[in-house]
């Protein structure tokens, strides 16, 4: 089916995020929309998947203008979607999640389950896939839940399948994996529509490619072109990211982790018997795919978890066991990876978020209160030195920009008196300016003579700020590789191939 | 579109994380605290005498069971030694990293409640089958109010607003039937008008919830517990400025009489007190089977839950979130009006001010303790029923426990429910929270 | 929960404009997938594109009234407005002078629309006189009676007003304000008759005995919350029976809370020394409860905005989740602010023992004002003053009402009724301005922010 977007326009308000844009793509071609986070991709798609409806311009399928009101009309006309976060219902088994909707039912309304069942057979037979129709989707691995979505979206006989950033959660294997079941839906005769901002992964599949930019079409291209142009396309300028970092300085080992074991509530080890040390002046990044226990690893850091096992000493000092506020005090700084949730709160001022882990003492209480002029000179120190782009110091930080935010959380940590530094996902959600801004303040962080551990699932920023790299897959260590590991190897590892193996 | 031609893709491997047993002490502790509770009447208060559990309905039936008499010392003792098995077997099992069986709790609270009985009754009898039957007919607006809880939780709408769809359900049934009875002279055409006007009411409340809750985003919990208000704030004044003055014609409602059925009614022990109700109580049996085969069966169950669980997912494969829950929430209000019956025409009471005097928020706790689940919710609708009758019948056989302690026990039992004793269960994952479009 | 509407927002968010920083060259493919770490979910994925529109600045009276016409204020005073419309329209309609005129209506509608003002404006005029200041009196110091009973009855809704509205900032909703007042009341009762110590010393150990009473019970709650994860919503309705079947026992039982000598359940009086004194002497009912609540207010405005506890709590309240991560201990922050909740509504209880009722009180003492007091805290959105405002405003229905109901007939019941709505049209102001027509202040992108109460999950 061949389906054509034209001028689509969406605003929010004064915000304009999709403007104008024209987009065709044939009968069996995979079409690579191509752009950064905030570019409008995912917009479009809500648009052309009637979670939206647009301000202007019209939808077509196979020459005919389309109308509807909702994501139910658009499947009926044939469009499905692999949303980025999967649409599953985690409590519901996959022939129940596959046949929402559209459910098959005999005699007033009672669901035929072996239907649906049959379905999922049927379609998981036609592409090799291996899914139980009985299995609770919460008991699947991200990577079979994609394939519900796939076939939950093929049940509908979709003729344009939308894949919105599917590989975010994907092991390098899994990804390579999906490529191969796009292909094979291709040659079924599906048009595929596939948003992603990973070039690797654009040219290895695209018959055709659409970048966007600004809510903008700012160019098409072919497969064949180069990641440089593609990635200027892209962004809008020659840009890249290297921070400038000198050799390290290392001083004796600052933390000292052995052992680390986390179990969350269903009794499963997600840190699995971990153990590394940092160094004085060292960064050590660690890398992996998204779930494989990082974000578990930081917060046992920082005695946020609370079934764990083993030893985290810091400086001779043993955390295990302490409270969080205890090893915040202890000179720990900690960046979340999720900073509007776990890293700031949203409807307090700047001032108020910059004080947030020293609530309860000096210099920002005396007394058991509110020492509001220091507070407030600080904020605006603050605010100046790491260049926060604000209208003051009492904005709500829930309306800054995702970078500006970020530079909060930073300055906060980075205005105590650290011993050691952990950042996960530091530059998530950020902009190019402010991730340049980040990278620079971990590095001289380091230079300072502090210890850093930086989780990123991002190969790119690994490389930029290491010193050396742990990988973790499935809560393990695979290996500790120093800083300048080829990106293949890092990619086998992230994949459970120890590096030996992998280097081999 | 033609089958595929290219070579499958491999497989993934399903693999799993290791896993270890997350043990809890919850149940062992709880356990032994309720076993030093049986172990203290015994020697601190010890009644002597037999205990007769009378298990006959009437002298007349034609199938007699025998009184049941056990003498009270001994089988406290008995239950206390058992008690103090269980518990001491569910230490071992939490200890050897198990998981402590639901039927083990099952059979612990049926023998403490067996002991504290036949404590309670020494030298007495107990009319098994009155209190039972009392039970049951006190849970019937429990048993709706709950199931209206279960519609409205499951579709993401948390009902804090049962009290007043059952006081609404209530006050329109009396007014209803009375009028119409009057009127037409029929008391069966007034009695079907005011379960029909109960509905009606209960299903206005609802909507008023829904539309606050779905249209202005306003916090659920907050709308339910204005609207308990408001329903007590608008009953009391009609009853006060129009039903007091009018009490002949506006509230003097017939009473729904018990229809025995045939066979049924003559198993010994179920028949009297199943099968022995009003019409009230058959249509009650109709409703739990129905919302419980239509929650987990059917097209609207399903999509129910999807609802209350992912919206986000449900609307993507084009069911409308917000009509759905509307129309449940309306629906649930229903339900909940129809249990209001219960209070009036159901037991042949005239209406007065604030007269469910909380059952609405006992519904609530059978939703919690039932987990979400309309069977489950019915059984603790039941058990709440029961202690509440008990009490009833043990002032009247000379309790030794203050009546007091004996009302106390559903909240109590509810506020160790949520507590976690009967481990950590997760409610619909989007109940309470309202689900907005960009 | 602080600010259930939000509705201050006048505008769409704010999203300046990311800095666009040139960066060294180097390969493109790096800048580009770190650049986009995509994490936002599709719903949430903004557009970083601002529209750089130059628009002229609106005119101080312009914005001064778009303020005015959309701002929370006139949302109260309308939403007030319409319940009295509508209380009005009951009172109309069960008149028994407008049925009789309605029944020959189209024959003569001027008897109809003169019993129907008639019943309205006299139960109003009541309601007035009740409340504020009765002219018919003949000096002032009678006619303002009314306005001091309105004091005596906000004084409690105040205190629980107030113990409503901290649990809410801290993200928690207290129903359990029946409970807290009956223990608060039981304990204050019990050391106010039940013990002989020196004018001042008693109504001090008494008031202190029933705020921990008070405070005892909301922590139970706070503390089953901050172990076991137990929603505070379900264990503070059970504890409100709890207390309820308590205090009637104790009450009924002689050695406990019975008067000696009766068979009522109902405790002797309350002993001079204990009894909270008149401010403005005997003729008056106002005590020293209003005092009370008045320290109340300036105390929680206090830990509210001022003191590091507040600043926790609100943090909490907020955002749970960054509370735990910046260090601060959210388990205790539930505890503490459920004690001084319900302390609070302790303070409530305790001013209806000694003050208000001090010839021995039932199990009914709590008077309904632990659910008003959840009204109140809603009316005065969950702001000290704010609550203080909306206690005398409900003080005054109170009082208004018991003189409606003597002088014209119409059942107190109403005053439930105009309450209730008068929460229900401020909690969502959209309805109020579509019955008045007023212009929508959100426009643009920005979505209602939803008042749900948020959780730290329990781990």
Redesign the interface.
């Given at each position: 089916m061949k389906l054509e977007l034209r001028g689509i326009t969406k605003r929010f308000g004064s915000l304009v995020a999709n403007d104008h844009i024209d987009l065709t793509v044939e009968a069996g071609e995979i079409h690579c929309l191509l752009g950064e986070n905030g570019a409008g991709k995912s917009t479009l798609m809500n648009v052309l998947y009637g979670l939206y409806q647009a301000d202007e311009g019209e939808i077509l399928l196979d020459d005919r203008v389309q109308h509807y009101t909702g994501p139910g009309d658009a499947m009926a006309a044939g469009i499905g979607m692999v949303h980025q976060h999967f649409m599953l219902i985690p409590v519901f088994t996959v022939a129940e999640n596959v046949m929402l909707g559209h459910e098959s039912t005999k005699g007033g309304g009672f669901l035929d389950l072996n239907d649906a069942r049959a379905r999922v057979r049927e379609i998981s037979a036609r592409f090799g896939f291996d899914v139980d129709p009985d299995a609770l989707v919460e008991n699947l691995p991200v990577g079979v839940q994609q394939r519900v979505e796939i076939i939950k979206a093929l049940s509908r006989d979709a003729k344009v399948l939308v894949f919105d950033e599917p590989t975010a959660v994907l092991t390098p294997q899994e990804t390579d994996e999906l490529m191969q079941i796009m292909r094979q839906l291709k040659e079924a005769g599906t048009s595929i529509v596939f948003i992603t901002h990973k070039l690797r992964e654009v040219r290895e599949v695209a018959d055709r490619i659409t970048v966007i930019r600004l809510g903008r079409v700012v160019g098409e291209a072919a497969p064949t072109a180069s990641n440089t142009e593609l990635a200027s396309l892209m962004v809008g300028r020659a840009v890249e990211l290297t921070v400038q970092k000198d050799p390290p300085q290392l001083g004796d080992d600052a933390l000292v982790v052995s052992g680390l074991t986390v179990i969350d509530h269903i009794g499963q080890l997600v840190v699995n018997d971990v153990s590394f040390e940092v160094r004085k002046g060292e960064i050590l990044a660690i890398a992996g795919v998204q779930g494989n226990g990082q974000t578990e690893l930081t917060e046992a850091l920082v005695g946020l978890a609370t079934r764990v096992r083993g030893s985290v000493v810091l400086d001779g000092v043993e955390l295990m066991g302490q409270s969080v506020r205890k090893i915040l005090s202890a000179g720990v700084g900690f960046v979340p990876e999720d900073r509007n949730e776990d890293g700031l709160v949203g409807e307090f001022t700047i001032a108020e978020n910059l004080m947030l882990d020293r609530s309860d003492g000096e210099p920002f209480v005396k007394a058991a209160s509110i020492q509001r002029a220091a507070l407030a000179d600080f904020a605006r120190e603050k605010v100046a030195e790491f260049d926060v782009r604000t209208q003051g110091i009492d904005e709500k930080v829930g309306r800054l920009s995702g970078g500006n935010a970020q530079k909060v959380v930073l300055a906060r940590e980075l205005s105590r008196e650290l011993r050691l530094l952990v950042a996960a996902q530091p530059t998530r959600g950020v902009d190019v300016g402010s991730i340049e801004f980040i990278h620079k303040r971990i590095v001289e962080t380091r230079d300072a003579g502090v210890p850093v551990v930086v989780v990123s699932t991002e190969l790119d920023e690994v490389a930029a700020l290491a010193d050396r790299i742990m990988v973790m897959y499935r809560g393990r260590v695979v290996g500790i590789v120093p800083g300048d590991t080829p990106r293949d190897v890092l990619g086998l590892m992230m994949a459970g191939e120890p590096a030996e193996g992998a280097a081999a | 579109?033609?089958?595929?031609?290219?070579?499958?893709?491999?497989?993934?491997q399903?693999?799993?994380?290791?896993?270890?047993?997350?043990t809890s002490w919850k149940a062992p502790i709880a356990f032994a605290v309720f076993t030093l509770v049986a172990l203290a009447l015994a020697v601190f208060a010890p009644r002597h005498g037999d205990t007769t559990y009378r298990l006959n309905a009437s002298e007349r039936d034609a199938i007699q069971v025998p009184d049941l008499v056990v003498p009270a010392m001994p089988a406290l003792w008995t239950v206390v030694v058992l008690l103090a098995l269980i518990t001491a077997y569910s230490a071992w099992l939490v200890r050897a990293k198990k998981r402590v069986p639901l039927w083990l709790i099952v059979v612990f609270a049926v023998l403490f409640l067996f002991g504290f009985l036949t404590w309670a009754g020494a030298g007495a009898t107990l009319p098994m089958i009155g209190l039972l039957f009392g039970s049951l007919s006190l849970a019937v607006p429990l048993i709706f109010g709950s199931l209206a809880g279960v519609i409205g939780e499951r579709v993401g709408v948390i009902n804090?607003a049962i009290e007043g769809q059952l006081l609404a359900g209530a006050f329109t049934s009396a007014v209803v039937a009375s009028v119409v009875a009057s009127s037409t002279g029929s008391i069966w055409v007034g009695l079907f008008s005011g379960l029909v006007g109960a509905m009606v009411a209960g299903l206005l409340v609802g909507m008023v919830l829904a539309a606050?809750s779905i249209?202005?985003?306003?916090?659920q919990?907050?709308?339910g517990?204005?609207?308990?208000?408001?329903v007590?704030?608008?009953t009391?004044?009609?009853?006060?400025?129009?039903l007091a003055p009018n009490a002949g014609v506006l509230n003097s409602p017939p009473r729904f009489p018990r229809l025995p059925i045939p066979l049924l009614s003559d198993i010994p022990i179920i028949g009297p007190v199943f099968f022995r109700q009003t019409l009230i109580v058959y249509i009650m049996y109709i409703a739990v089977a129905a919302v419980y085969v239509g929650l987990f069966?059917?097209?609207?169950g399903?999509?129910v839950?999807?609802v209350g669980?992912?919206p986000?997912?449900?609307?993507?494969?084009?069911?409308?979130v917000n009509r759905t829950r509307f129309w449940n929430v309306a629906l649930a209000g229903a339900i909940a009006g129809f249990g209001g019956t219960f209070f009036t025409i159901g037991s042949g009471i005239a209406f007065n001010?604030e007269m469910t005097a909380?059952a609405g928020?006992i519904a609530?706790?059978a939703v919690?303790f039932g987990q979400w689940d309309p069977i489950k919710a019915t059984l603790a609708a039941l058990l709440f029923g029961f202690a509440s009758n008990l009490q009833n019948t043990l002032s009247v056989i000379g309790s030794p426990v203050?009546s007091?302690?004996m009302?106390?026990l559903p909240?109590?039992v509810?506020?160790i429910a949520?507590?976690?004793l009967v481990g950590?269960v997760?409610g619909p994952?989007a109940a309470?929270?309202?689900y907005?479009?960009? | 929960m602080s600010d259930p509407q939000n509705p201050n927002g006048s505008s769409g968010p704010v999203e300046p404009s990311e800095p666009a920083t040139p960066v060294a060259a180097g390969t493109p493919d790096t800048a580009a997938s770190a650049a986009t770490p995509d994490a936002a979910t599709s719903a949430d994925d903004r557009p970083a594109v601002a529209a750089p529109e130059e628009v002229p600045p609106p005119s101080r009276w312009h914005t001064m009234w778009q303020q005015i016409v959309t701002g929370n204020a006139l949302i109260s005073v309308l939403s007030v407005v319409l319940a009295l419309i509508v209380g009005a329209i009951m009172i109309a309609f069960t008149d028994e002078n407008v049925q009789k005129a309605s029944v020959y209506f189209f024959a003569r509608p001027g008897d109809t629309i003169v019993a129907v003002w008639d019943s309205v404006s006299g139960a109003y005029v009541a309601l007035f006189q009740g409340s504020v200041y009765n002219f018919r009196r003949d000096s002032f110091a009678d006619g303002i009676k009314p306005l001091t009973e309105t004091l005596t009855f906000a004084t409690p809704l105040i205190a629980g007003g107030l113990g409503v509205g901290l649990a809410f900032r801290v993200g928690m909703f207290n129903i359990g304000g029946r409970g807290q007042m009956l223990i608060a009341a039981s304990v204050a009762g019990w050391i106010a008759f039940g013990f002989d110590l020196p004018v001042g010393l008693h109504m001090f150990v008494a008031l202190i005995g029933g705020l921990l009473g008070g405070a005892l019970w909301g922590g139970i709650a706070g503390l089953l919350k901050a172990r076991t994860g137990a929603h505070e919503v379900i264990v503070t309705i059970m504890l409100n029976y709890v207390a309820f079947y308590l205090v009637s026992w104790m009450l009924r039982t002689p050695g406990l809370l019975q008067a000696p000598g009766s068979s009522n359940p109902k405790t002797p009086p309350m002993k001079d020394t204990a009894i909270f004194f008149d401010l403005l002497g005997p003729r008056y009912n106002l005590h020293f409860g209003f005092v009370l609540a008045v320290a109340a207010t300036i105390l929680v405005w206090w830990i509210l905005t001022r003191s590091s506890l507040g600043f926790r709590f609100r943090a909490v309240g907020e955002n749970p989740n960054a509370a735990r991560v910046a260090g601060i201990n959210v388990p205790s922050m539930y505890v503490y602010a459920m004690l001084i909740s319900g302390a609070l509504l302790g303070l409530a209880g305790v001013s209806q023992v000694l003050g208000t009722v001090t010839t021995g009180f039932t199990a009914g003492i709590d008077a309904g004002v632990g659910f008003d007091a959840i009204t109140v805290a809603l009316l005065g959105r969950s702001t000290p003053w704010g609550i203080f405002l909306a206690g005398i405003l409900f003080g005054a229905f109170k009082a208004g009402g018991y003189s409606m109901q003597a002088a014209e007939g119409v059942p107190i019941d109403i005053v439930l009724v105009v309450q209730s709505l008068i929460v229900l049209f401020i909690a969502a102001p959209p309805l109020v301005r579509t019955i008045f027509r007023l212009p929508d202040p959100s426009k643009g992108p920005k979505r209602p922010r939803p008042i749900v109460t948020k959780e730290v999950e329990a781990k």
């Open positions: - | 579109m033609s089958t595929a031609t290219g070579s499958a893709a491999p497989a993934p399903i693999v799993t994380l290791d896993t270890t047993v997350v804090i606050f249209k202005y985003f306003v916090d919990v907050i709308v517990v204005v609207l308990n208000v408001l007590t704030g608008l009391s004044f009609f009853f006060s400025q129009v069966h059917t097209r609207w399903l999509r839950r999807a669980e992912h986000q997912a449900a609307d993507t494969v084009g069911i409308n001010k909380g928020f609530l706790a919690i203050p007091e302690f009302l106390m909240y109590v509810t506020i949520v507590a976690g950590k997760r994952a309470g929270k309202p907005i479009k960009a | -």
